[in-house]
């Protein structure tokens, strides 16, 4: 994803925290911060973690 964020080919991020889990949707949140993006958090409505894991992420953002 840094990669792609440096030529530019991104311009939104997408983070499904029970898919990327709970470390790797953390350094997604932070690369996006560094590159100046928008960060969209979807959640799975039949996995309790995502609500929790959801507000884990805002906080540290």
């Keep these: 994803m840094y990669h792609q964020i440096q030529l530019g080919a991104i311009n939104q991020i997408g983070i499904k925290i029970p898919r990327t ?9 932070h690369l996006a911060e560094v590159a100046n993006l ?22 540290l953002a």
Excluded: R
Aim: overall charge negative; hydrophobic content about 40%.
């Design 21 to 29: 889990g709970f470390t790797l949707s953390t350094k997604i949140v």
């Design 38 to 59: 928008p960060v969209q958090v979807s959640l799975q409505a039949e996995c309790d973690f995502g609500e929790c894991g959801m507000h884990s992420v805002c906080m």
